[in-house]
């Protein structure tokens, strides 16, 4: 997708640094199964190749990329991330040259791209535009990019709300989680929400206009934090954590309710993931579960950007991020995601 | 629903055999959990009270069942089974007499009604009459009724097949699953079955229709043998047993697979239900999983059974029913349906 090689341009090569994989991983990853290298990068597309060189400026640390550090017989996908070369990942970046007839130098950017300072992009059809640069770049990390699109058509197309439904939403201070929370107000629903502090839970209440929320970790049982936060059940569960809150959840979803599951963040670093016991309520109850991934609904993406931007504009949506600062900082950005260190979405400045 | 009490009408009263719960049931019920008691029915409709008096002619029995012989705190839904009550569920029956204006005695009828000889049916909006009585009676506890019915909206309404789909169905030669898997095949579907016996795997073959089949009691692995019978993978996994293998088959979905999911028998007698261990994968794969039960489309009956009877009457649908004679062995054939005993559809005929 985006091949981190040594470019060997006519310009001047400049230092290029990156984090990269040393080692696959099985159970809960560390900083130490990545490192920081570097390498050089020259700073035009080389001749021949159709292209798009890019300088990476904000680095996006996401839940699925602990997917792609385990080695998968069948190669995974999202293929498994390469032992020695530079993370794959969303950026926000800024175009340095182009042989593509879609982008030109200067152009800002968002998508597939390389944990490092420059990445030479061969199949930009992973790359966006940005068009709202009037907004801070760095929502196009999150609000703006996968994750708020994530949340888009999770809640929207999977999700069907409709007026009055009760909504709850797990990791619902995260990238994902404090979009789909204020996509329900906005929907006219009633949402509620878990996180893992009460840092959190209060910024659920106070920033993102959740009606609810509750501490998972220091409930004793979570399906007594449903109950009493949702005492008429459950419409929509957007689901990113899996395990034990799915569980719950599921016994107090109402007839006819969706599950949008998104991610199961609770079970990405079990050897053995937890089993799911109360599967069987869907029958009665006559419950869809649904999964999908954000790689299903690009198609929309424009109409989202646009819709997204005026609510930013309007003040109907508000963002918080969690962000540290250069590349070297990234590895344990990226691995407090799984702890829940992050306050918001997590990301990585490169610096200027 | 149907009222078992004695029936104090001015006709003469005649005996009324009935099938009573003795005691509510956890675990996995033996024939010792009911017995049959003799009590008395009158032969007409009470003055001042609006309902059908119907002789049962056939009774079905079908694995929901069990939920309603276990003590839910809430009273269940469906109701528990009373205690000293006839067992409820559905029956074909002849009515006797009617003060409701929809029904005349002589009238041929299927809906909710008791395991006993006679049922005072106080709710007749859970009848239907008979519109096909040229077929064989019995049909209306199968392939013309309620898992008929459970197979016609799952498959179609919930299932969402498209001409070549790979549909796999579990309890595949039940009274739900024989239907499923000659309902594929008129949708021009390739159709694998399971079933516990190497007898049930012949019959999916030879009489269902099916493509190919197994023996999930003869596989050391259900994952290798749905591997081995569709290699390409599953669309549409039609689920009756729930437990191990829905855990198999949600591995060997296809992206944007469907689980329609009718029941899980392999589940109904554990204290503890089996963790299901592979849920994660309807994520990448964006699959749903969905729940449905035959109560949410009772509002397209009309339209199944025309198209049932008209596939019945061109052969394109074959029947294999599995008939007890007499209320006397009606406790056995139900708990046989727990350990797979039936051939084809379990039900019970009255006699003469």
Redesign the interface.
């Known amino acids: 997708m985006a091949s981190s090689g040594e470019v060997k341009a006519a310009a001047a090569a400049v230092q290029n640094k990156k984090v990269v994989l040393r080692r696959h991983v099985t159970g809960f990853p560390t900083e130490d199964d990545m490192e920081i290298t570097v390498g050089t990068a020259g700073l035009r597309v080389p001749a021949g190749l159709t292209a798009v060189l890019i300088k990476n400026l904000y680095l996006s640390c996401d839940p699925w990329m602990r997917g792609r550090m385990t080695k998968h017989e069948d190669g995974g ?1 999202p293929p498994d991330f390469v032992i020695g070369e530079a993370l794959v990942n969303y950026t926000v970046g800024k175009v340095l040259d182009s042989t593509h007839p879609e982008f030109n130098a200067g152009d800002l950017v968002w998508g597939m791209s390389g944990w490092e300072d420059y990445t030479l992009v061969t199949q930009p059809e992973y790359l966006y535009k940005i068009n709202h640069s009037d907004l801070p770049l760095s929502y196009y990390t999150g609000v703006l990019g996968m994750p708020g699109l994530t949340a888009y058509a999770g809640f929207f197309e999977v999700g069907k709300p409709k007026k009055g439904d009760f909504v709850f939403v797990s990791a619902a201070s995260g990238a994902v989680g404090q979009v789909v929370g204020q996509l329900a107000k906005i929907a006219g629903c009633y949402v509620v929400g878990s996180a893992g502090s009460d840092e959190k839970v209060s910024l659920l209440k106070t920033k993102f206009g959740y009606d609810d929320a509750f501490n998972y970790k220091s409930e004793t049982d979570i399906g007594a934090a449903l109950k009493r936060c949702l005492p008429d059940g459950i419409d929509i569960y957007f689901d990113s954590v ?1 395990g034990a809150t799915l569980d719950a959840a599921l016994l107090q979803m109402r007839h006819g309710g969706r599950v949008a ?4 963040i609770s ?1 990405y670093n079990l050897e ?22 954000v790689g ?1 609904w690009f198609h929309v993406y424009e109409r989202f950007e646009e819709e997204m931007a005026r609510y930013i504009k309007e003040g109907k949506v508000t963002v918080v991020e969690d962000v540290v600062e250069g590349i070297e900082s990234a590895p344990a950005a990226l691995i407090g995601l799984f702890s829940g260190r992050n306050v918001g979405k997590q990301l990585v400045a490169m610096g200027p």
Request: charged letters at 20%; aromatic letters at 6%; one cysteine or more.
């Open positions: 996908m899996g599951v998104c991610g199961m079970q053995e993931p937890d089993g799911l016991r109360n599967l069987f309520c869907i029958i009665p109850k006559a419950i869809r579960v649904e999964g999908f991934n299903g």
